[in-house]
């Protein structure tokens, strides 16, 4: 057998259709972000798509605090969670991140990803008869935990409270339940309504789990998300969140009641059989929430760069989604154009921004998402969206009024 024939073959299947991933290599220097040097241009590119939402990754309270939890404690943590592995910084960061969002407990999971995949293969498979009623654009990392648990899963219509309902309907009040959904969608942008779910959750006796990964740190006087900002912490059962988005650093978690929480470290296999986050990351990411608990001034700056951005593109008619959040995502709706505008805004520009093609949004929808950040000035905002327009220009792209 040619097995690497047989995975070639498949990652033409990709190419073929422009799904293929490509990495670009970045060097991020520190205090320079949006800059970074990019390795196969040879030159530094103002960088658009980043994650670090607020720049709290080069923010130096929380390198301050990395490096010194790093001379203080190591490299590693030297083992899982239970055998060895549970440092100070873990444990505080642990509390810090309850009393965020109001609970009464919190766990940590080395990303995300694990966190979602963890937590809701863990309930859901451990909990008889619970079934999990799905958002349509929930997060790989929550669709694959919900597959991992086997529990009969219902997917609703995206943000849609009425069809959530009639799947709740359909199941005994007395079985357990779960409403897995997410505050701030990564691609469109757009917002749950999460009191509507909440109050079908009570009616229904259900749980709710809300990934906030794209609103921790950005919305709420805390930066404990969407949650907090509308005042809701207090009704959702499990809140999860990163510490690699909007904190800078990298790392997951939920927040919740405590039974619940010990229930997930004590049956959750993904986070009883790793390692521990190394402490240096839980002191840099304690740093970054207790940080952005006190200072509104990144979140500020952070609106005030996205709502220039979107001035700046309806001025010129570059279309792009409109949403309560900080996602801006240009459409472009084919994935070889959207790979050739992202080349052309990198090479001739020095503009970089992944280009978004399926399977991460479906066909047809193909865009360029952009996430300014509060250190992205309106020069080079300005610079950006002149860019945008010579290409919308020479291609005759359609745009959104006749500017
Ligand atoms: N949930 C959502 C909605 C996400 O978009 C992501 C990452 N893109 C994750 C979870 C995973 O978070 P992390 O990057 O910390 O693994």
């Known amino acids: 057998m040619n097995y690497d024939a ?31 040097y990019h390795y196969g241009l040879g030159r530094d590119v103002t960088v658009w798509c980043s994650n670090d939402y607020l720049g709290m990754g080069q923010h130096p309270d929380v390198l301050k605090a990395m490096h010194a ?41 080395n990303s995300g990803y694990l966190s979602n995949w963890v937590t809701l293969g863990t309930i859901a498979g451990r909990l008889r008869d619970c079934v999990v009623l799905s958002d349509a654009l929930n997060h790989a990392s929550m669709i694959e935990g919900i597959r991992h648990s086997r529990a009969e899963k219902q997917i609703f219509r995206h943000n849609d409270v009425e069809d959530l309902e009639e799947r709740l309907k359909a199941f005994p009040r007395d079985i357990p339940k779960i409403i897995a959904f997410e505050s701030v969608y990564s691609m469109e942008g757009d917002i749950a309504p999460i009191e509507a779910i909440c109050d079908l959750a009570d009616k229904y006796g259900a749980m709710t789990y809300l990934d ?43 927040a919740a009641s405590a039974p619940l929480c010990d229930f997930v470290r004590s049956f959750g296999s993904g986070f009883i059989f790793s390692t521990a986050l190394p402490p240096m990351v839980a002191a840099g990411a304690l740093a970054s929430v207790r940080y952005l608990r006190r200072s509104s001034a990144e979140r500020e ?16 008619g570059i279309p792009h989604i409109l949403n309560p959040s900080h996602i801006v995502p240009v459409m472009v709706g084919d994935a070889e154009l959207c790979r050739a505008l992202s080349d052309e805004l990198l090479k001739r520009f020095g503009h970089y921004i992944q280009p978004i093609n399926y399977p991460t949004v479906p066909r047809g929808t ?38």
Do not use: C
């Open 212 to 254: 906030e990964v794209h609103a921790v740190g950005m919305y709420g006087d805390q930066g404990a998300g969407i949650a907090e900002k509308l005042g809701l912490s207090h009704r959702l059962t499990v809140i999860e969140g990163t510490l690699g988005k909007g904190y800078g650093v990298v790392g997951g978690y939920i």
């Open 69 to 109: 939890a790093l001379d203080e404690t190591g490299a590693g943590a030297g083992g899982t969670r239970n055998i060895s592995g549970t440092n100070h910084y873990h444990v505080e960061l642990e509390k810090e991140l309850a009393s965020l969002h109001g609970k009464e407990s919190a766990l940590l999971f």
């Open 366 to 403: 193909e865009r360029l998402r952009i996430t300014p950040t509060p250190l992205h000035s309106n020069e080079a905002i300005d610079e950006l969206v002149d860019a945008l327009l010579v290409l919308w220009q020479e291609r005759q792209l359609k745009r959104s009024h006749a500017a």
């Open 6 to 36: 047989m995975f070639q073959s498949a990652l033409d299947g990709l190419r073929a259709d422009g799904s293929y991933r490509y990495f670009a290599e970045l060097e991020r220097h520190s205090g320079q972000f949006p800059k970074a």
């Open 301 to 316: 700056g952070q609106q005030r760069a996205v709502a220039y951005l979107r001035d700046a593109l309806d001025r010129v």
